[in-house]
């Protein structure tokens, strides 16, 4: 099956399958059985031109993130802090990061069924998270 590929050992060859509209990641094949994405900037020794290889679309990424600092982080309606909050989030807490806004400073999580935007800069995300969907904000 398809799966974001965490973990291989540096030197593992594989083939180049496709590249995400963006340029970021590339479709690799490591085995038979195993193909997933990786960000282009993990890769060395390139043998192919990567803007040659067809469009493919990455599999939705989900991150955990647990909220930073030492004081409430806030869950809130749209990215931006104008907007309502929502939930006020203990330094500690996990949320499930699954989204982000245009420029990533703003993540779009659920937080135990609330779903809102935290900015970034509070959160701790396990792993990279220009790598989460871009998701249009409602109106304010």
Wanted: aromatic share 4%; net charge negative; glycine share 14%.
């Amino acid at each position: 099956g398809t799966i974001t590929l965490e973990g291989l050992n540096p030197l593992t060859e594989v083939v180049l399958l496709s590249r995400d509209i963006g340029g970021g990641q590339v479709e690799v094949q490591v085995s038979e059985q195993l193909t997933g994405w990786l960000l282009i900037s993990e890769l060395t020794n390139i043998s192919a031109e990567i803007n040659t290889l067809n469009l493919g679309s990455p599999v939705p990424t989900i991150r955990q993130a647990t909220v930073i600092g030492t004081v409430r982080a806030n869950l809130r309606r749209g990215p931006g802090s104008g907007f309502l909050v929502l939930q006020s989030l203990e330094p500690g807490t996990t949320v499930i990061a699954i989204g982000r806004n245009d420029s990533g400073g703003w993540l779009y999580v659920n937080a135990s069924g609330i779903i809102g935007w935290m900015s970034a800069s509070v959160l701790d995300v396990d792993g990279y998270e220009m790598l989460l969907p871009v998701i249009k904000p409602d109106g304010g």
